[in-house]
């Protein structure tokens, strides 16, 4: 699945203009459609069989890959502190607004994590606030004081202005505070400078999300077989070690998983890692993953190597398998047309 990319209601007429991209059409074109309108998360919990886990807020499932478990705990009598997934963006600033593109959703290594989180906890004692790093390269923050409130995914809005976005009132003024106080700070914070120095983007925010939805501690189950999980999600993570697995790196290409004599998997890849150079567009990118991944696994499917195959993109899971390649009667689509 493609994980940050979610077409805007006013470019979704253009999604066939884009160039040939033969593996998104082909599965398009032969395989079955349905509309996910609770997002990929809610399906791939029916497949790990933790359909207890529908309608928890993603932070509580993303808890699980803490590496050092902690909890969030009431003290006298008070609410617990909520918790957020903050993730590393890159932001623009232009003459309308904030703006991410594709390139902004940052993904840190663990030195860099290690330095943030320790820079956070000098620099904020009085908030006792904490940012506690997870393995997929996002963090936890902990926010005593402040109300959980329903903040989008910013994956979700990828190629967006983001200012509308963050919630407005009364209620949200704390948090509101609490972000413009972290921005600041991580502008001149020494990180941003060896990243700038390596060419990387500088965090020019952490954006959080995913506290909104029931709060409850996830009980893990003992340790059952699941699809192989690759790719970089807090969420994604979580549920799996919840199930006493853990999340794998993504492949570069299909070839290594089907070399690997892979029963099944679960294969999260992001658009914005496929821009590698400034030039790049968001077709060069689409172009990237459809010929090291959706074509190679439509040839497989032919081959006989893989029984079935289901891509989601923007919200479409599209599911085939060998025998739905001779409805030849079904007209081709374009581009991204059959995922809007």
Do not use: K
């Not at 909520?82 to 904030?98: D, E, M, Q, S, Y």
């Not at 993570?237 to 892979?262: C, D, I, K, T, Y």
């Amino acid at each position: 699945m493609v994980q940050d990319l979610y077409l805007p209601r006013e470019l979704r007429g253009s999604a066939a203009a884009l160039p040939d991209l033969p593996g998104f059409e082909q599965l398009a074109r032969f395989g079955r459609h349905a509309r996910l309108p609770r997002g990929w998360r809610e399906q791939l919990l029916h497949s790990a069989g933790r359909m207890d886990l529908e309608g928890v807020a993603p932070v509580c499932i993303a808890a699980a890959g803490l590496r050092t478990a902690r909890v969030a705990e009431s003290v006298d009598g008070e609410q617990p502190a909520a918790r957020w997934i903050a993730t590393p963006l890159h932001l623009r600033a232009h003459l309308r607004g904030v703006f991410l593109d594709q390139r902004g959703l940052l993904r840190l290594t663990e030195a860099e994590q290690a330095q943030l989180s320790a820079e956070f906890a000098r620099s904020f004692p009085a908030s006792a606030c904490a940012l506690l790093p997870l393995p997929s390269g996002e963090f936890l923050l902990d926010t005593p004081g402040i109300a959980p409130l329903a903040t989008p995914e910013p994956a979700r809005y990828a190629g967006c202005e983001l200012d509308e976005l963050m919630p407005a009132g009364p209620a949200a003024v704390p948090l509101r505070r609490l972000l413009g106080e972290i921005e600041m700070w991580l502008h001149a914070l020494p990180l941003n400078e060896a990243r700038r120095q390596r060419g990387a983007a500088p965090v020019s925010a952490l954006w959080p999300w995913g506290a909104s939805g029931r709060i409850v501690c996830p009980a893990p189950e003992p340790a059952r077989r699941l699809p192989l999980a690759c790719g970089r999600d807090a969420w994604l993570e979580g549920l799996w070690r919840l199930q006493g697995s853990a999340v794998q790196s993504a492949p570069q290409r299909l070839e290594e998983l089907l070399a690997a004599g892979v029963q099944a998997g679960v294969l999260l890849v992001e658009l914005g890692g496929e821009l590698r150079e400034d030039s790049d567009t968001t077709a060069d990118a689409l172009r990237r993953i459809d010929e090291r991944l959706v074509s190679p696994a439509l040839a497989a499917l032919r081959r006989g190597t893989l029984e079935r195959l289901s891509l989601i993109v923007n919200d479409v899971c599209v599911r085939i398998q060998r025998a739905s390649l001779r409805r030849f009667w079904r007209r081709p689509r374009r581009g991204l047309a059959g995922f809007v």
